[in-house]
């Protein structure tokens, strides 16, 4: 569980909550240990409680897309206020105040509900489908209707990546960057799409952009030390690469290959007990290969299979000890 909202929030984001549920705790447990007035105290353990509250649903908020952040505001924002008034201003009318607000909620709820599902999921159905022209005009009619969502353009941009067509989602990522310019998941998306054309230089600006957005994301160090792979770049490989297994990468097929491009730079570097040490990892991540082959496997894994499968391949011969360390170079 903790694992999932790491990824999903980040350790930044997850940090914030931490200290936001110990920080109000421990004033809760300051203020009943003061021995002052209970009705105060008990007011004022509310308003801390109302505090996380408002701080853990910010923090979430943060993560989701501009789309739904306006959606959380417009069903959240009134039943807050109303809460805060019956608290505060009319503590006789508290009561009705909740009542008010919980209805608010959930009549806000149904009347902002996201229409667009039915869309995405036609798209989905159609992407599975091998569909991807209807897929992707079905991604069109609803930038038409909303030519601000990131979200749609995201999407269809992994559509076109499936569709072999890099270039078309090459622009779409582009667009994501310029309407959200402090998002290091669209620098990422734009480095992966430019390592499958073979644009390297371009990738590497990108990573570098992500990373500096998000410095203590596992991913945007792994990327770039990927990158630097690709570019020979032996050293920065290794600093990256390091720095991504020191965040905690938290699957084994990433894992397997960190090692594997470690032991690259290392045999690059002359530097042959280091990459042998790296090639003791990487067979202690053996099963992650079967997770790559059943990915792989998959018919709308062209673009992996451009991308990672030739790796994929050598590191397997590796741990079958089929190919030797010099070969890597």
Do not use: C
Not at 223 to 237: A, F, Q, T, V, Y
Request: proline fraction near 3%; avoid cysteine.
């Amino acid at each position: 569980m903790i694992a999932r909202m790491r990824n999903y929030l980040g350790p930044t984001r997850l940090r914030l909550i931490f200290f936001l549920l110990a920080g109000t705790g421990l004033m809760s447990l300051f203020l009943n240990a003061s021995g002052g007035d209970a009705e105060q105290v008990a007011e004022l353990q509310t308003a801390l409680l109302l505090i996380f509250i408002v701080g853990f649903v910010l923090i979430i908020a943060s993560r989701a897309e501009r789309y739904n952040q306006i959606r959380l505001l417009i069903v959240l924002a009134p039943s807050f206020v109303a809460f805060i008034i019956g608290l505060f201003v009319i503590p006789d009318l508290l009561p009705p105040l909740l009542g008010a607000a919980l209805g608010w909620v959930v009549a806000s709820a149904f009347l902002v509900r996201d229409t667009r599902r039915a869309e995405y999921k036609m798209a989905v159905k159609h992407l599975r489908r091998n569909e991807y022209a209807e897929a992707v005009k079905m991604m069109d009619s609803l930038i038409k209707l909303e030519p601000d969502n990131e979200e749609h353009y995201r999407f269809r941009a992994v559509i076109l990546r499936i569709w072999g067509k890099p270039g078309r989602a090459k622009r779409d990522y582009v667009k994501v960057t310029e309407l959200n310019p402090d998002s290091a998941g669209a620098y990422n998306d734009l480095a992966e799409v430019h390592l499958q054309m073979g644009e390297f230089e371009e990738a590497l600006n990108a990573a570098m952009k992500a990373h500096e957005l998000s410095s203590n994301d596992w991913v945007t160090a792994y990327n770039l030390g990927m990158i630097e792979d690709r570019l020979h770049h032996p050293d920065e490989s290794i600093r990256y690469l390091q720095l991504a297994l020191e965040h905690d990468v938290p699957d084994a097929r990433h894992r397997l290959l960190i090692h594997f491009y470690l032991a690259r730079a290392y045999v690059r570097k002359g530097e042959l007990d280091a990459a042998e040490q790296a090639v003791s990892e990487l067979k202690a991540h053996k099963q992650a290969l079967k997770d790559w082959r059943k990915i792989l496997d998959s018919e709308q894994s062209v673009t992996l299979r451009q991308v990672l499968g030739a790796d994929i391949e050598a590191a397997r011969a590796l741990i079958e000890d089929e190919l030797e360390l010099a070969a890597l170079s």
